[in-house]
């Protein structure tokens, strides 16, 4: 067999892993293919592969060279290119390719490759430019450092192009997954500065070999700003001296931190100096941090808790808002910093000011965060404006519906016609209330599908990094929508069902899907009163079903050695997690709280003792968290101290 001589320049780090990743997919379907690596093709050589961004400029017309993506495959019988806008377009690209010779990237530690390849298979045509500009992840939840490289190397497999490390460093996520949070059977582990650091610098590191976008912040230059670190949801155990606490946002008659977390408290933003303040960090943070592509400004996490001093009383929030953007805009634009800056739309933000505008528009990208919206459907082909609330100070409610949501999207836009995406949550909360993940992948799809006919281009979901329980069906469809809106759920869930269950594919189909339609992410995700009879009926129905079907369906699969062991493992643990689960549920919706946490206890009893053999693929934290914080279970110690 001939050698593929793989063509590319050297210097270039995001390329040369591209023909590495290449190089190491081809050789495990077929181990006698033969590679050498060269910066110039040989004219001896009748199999070379281009990889380059040398693309006809008539191609790449009018593109935004580092944020938006094209590719390009031309080759046929191993010979021939695939070029790029940009070295991570390169990258997609050669995924692509994957793709389509077979390779399904159902994991971030599963792929599904074909049986054969030959010299002859290595032919495609194919050009593609992605439908959205902005496609990516932003971090929650409990991490190891081996969850977030692993999602990261995940990502451009995908089509995502970009990972949102939150915060000024993404400490909470790490903290919460090796102090062990809410699993007492697990020893914490003590978490040294030179480990964090050398955590954060391999994340940066794998994003960087991937070309990845980078966005940063969001919450906690509130915190950052009085001189508090902006480490997640932390209560502080100091009362704020007499110096930061005049900055503070004065609520109720008092200036303090709201719960004691200063994440969640605002600044009085019509104080000069508080204003300052929030303003120099954002600047030093951009001089100190010249690799972050999109930085996102972000007020206090928590509504109802805005300053009602007589001068913020004078304006709304979102005045003040756009005041201190413009403010930080032009001191960027005096040091010369071309950073992006996203602004957020939630919770207050989400009314439009009154009378600030955006001095510079250019420099900034609006995020729709629709955080308290439904997902038992998706959003429309088309906003519809509906009578929404009047602003006032400290008594929002947050939207529920769908057409709510967006009508304070379409405000906004009015005034704002820049940049934007949506910043989303179906693989945040609402997920665990999906045990099936059909059809909150189908609400996703939904919604990929209709971004751009809402004036949006860009996909963000805030999530946790492991949601495979039981599959990775919705960041797949996720992913390879954000690219390719053209693309269908339902081929993506045939193709995905297909070489995750071989098959039994139909099978394993009629019984997710089924669970889904006995589910209820709202229900899950608090929307609703929690006593439900209609809800403790369906989860009835869930459980009788499960328990009747799953057995015989997982003999059946052991027996036809069609689904992978990883597959065979996530359903059988997933039966047992339902069971345990839907019967708390059973219980919480029929309004016998005392009987629903104690059989929450034995859920939570079971998912800390098995989280060694889960944890790729469930965060044991988070599930415990949003199920006491949002569905309304007591968590096991408070009934023991409660006792």
């Keep these: 067999m001939s050698t593929i001589t793989l063509c590319y320049s050297p210097d270039c780090e995001t390329i040369s892993f591209a023909a590495a990743e290449l190089e190491r997919y081809l ?46 495959i031309s080759l046929s019988n191993g010979k021939g290119s695939i070029q790029g806008s940009n070295p991570r377009s390169v990258l997609l690209g050669m995924y692509a390719f994957l793709r389509r010779l077979g390779y399904r990237f159902l994991l971030p530690d599963e792929t599904v490759m074909p049986h054969q390849l030959s010299l002859a298979d290595l032919t495609c045509s194919y050009s593609h430019r992605a439908s959205l500009r902005h496609r990516g992840v932003c971090i929650e939840g409990a991490d190891s450092l081996e969850n977030v490289l692993d999602f990261i190397d995940w990502l451009p497999k995908l089509g995502f192009n970009s990972f949102f490390l939150q915060f000024k460093e993404p400490y909470i996520f790490l903290e919460r997954w090796y102090h062990h949070t809410l699993n007492p059977t697990k ?99 951009v001089k100190e941090h010249p690799d972050t592509d999109y930085l996102h400004i972000w007020l206090a996490d928590e509504y109802n808790h805005i300053c009602e001093c007589e001068s913020c009383r004078k304006t709304t929030l979102s005045d003040q808002y756009v005041h201190l953007l413009n403010l930080i805009d032009q001191r960027l634009t005096q040091e010369h910093l071309d950073c992006k800056l996203v602004f957020l739309l939630y919770q207050e933000l989400l009314y439009p000011p009154v009378k600030e505008r955006f001095q510079n528009p250019d420099r900034f990208v609006l995020m729709f965060a629709p955080i308290s919206r439904t997902f038992r459907e998706s959003y429309p082909d088309r906003i519809q404006e509906v009578p929404i609330s009047e602003y006032r100070r400290n ?78 069906l919705p960041n797949y469809v996720m992913g390879y929508l954000t690219l390719d809106t053209e693309e269908s759920f339902d081929s993506l869930m045939d193709e995905y069902f297909q070489a995750a269950y071989g098959s039994m594919a139909d099978e394993v189909k009629e019984y997710l899907t089924r669970i889904s339609q006995l589910s209820d992410c709202d229900y899950f995700n608090h929307i609703g009163p929690r006593t439900n009879p209609a809800a403790a009926w369906k989860y009835q129905q869930l459980s009788d079903y499960v328990s009747g079907t799953a057995e015989d369906l997982l003999n059946r699969a052991k027996d036809s050695h069609q689904i992978s062991d990883r597959f065979q493992k996530l359903l059988t643990f997933h039966r047992e997690y339902v069971l345990l689960l839907t019967d708390a549920l059973v219980s919480l919706a029929s309004g016998d709280a005392d009987a629903a946490d104690e059989k929450f206890s034995l859920f939570a009893d079971f998912v800390r003792k098995k989280e060694d053999f889960i944890q790729p693929y469930l965060d044991v934290y988070r599930i415990q968290e949003v199920a006491h914080r949002y569905t309304g279970f007591s968590l096991p110690e408070e009934r023991t101290s409660q006792n």
């Design 395 to 472: 008594q929002m409610v947050l939207p529920v519906t769908i057409e709510e949501n967006l009508t304070f999207l379409a405000k906004w836009q009015k005034i704002f016609d820049g940049n934007s995406l949506v910043y989303d949550y179906p693989l945040g909360r609402a997920h665990y209330g999906d045990f099936g993940y059909v059809s909150i992948s189908k609400v996703l799809a939904g919604d990929i599908h209709h971004v751009k006919n809402l004036h949006l281009d860009g996909y963000i979901s805030c999530q946790e990094l492991r949601a495979f329980l039981p599959n990775g």
């Design 187 to 285: 020893d914490p582990m003590e978490l040294t500065e030179a480990f964090l650091q050398d955590c954060y610098k391999k994340m940066h590191e794998a994003m960087k070999k991937r070309s990845l976008l980078l966005h940063a912040a969001g919450h906690g230059w509130t915190c950052e700003a009085i001189g508090l670190p902006s480490i997640g949801w932390v209560p502080e155990k100091a009362k704020p001296s007499p110096k930061v606490q005049r900055l503070l946002a004065l609520v109720n008659g008092k200036r303090e931190y709201i719960d004691r977390i200063p994440m969640n408290t605002n600044l009085c933003y019509s104080d000069p100096e508080a204003i300052d303040r929030f303003c120099n960090t954002v600047v030093d943070y």
């Design 27 to 72: 050789k495990a379907v077929n181990p006698a293919f033969a590679f050498s690596h060269a910066s110039e093709s040989s004219a001896a050589n009748d199999c070379t592969i281009h990889l380059n961004t040398d693309l006809d400029p008539e191609l790449s017309s009018g593109l935004d060279s580092r944020a938006d993506d094209l590719f390009l």
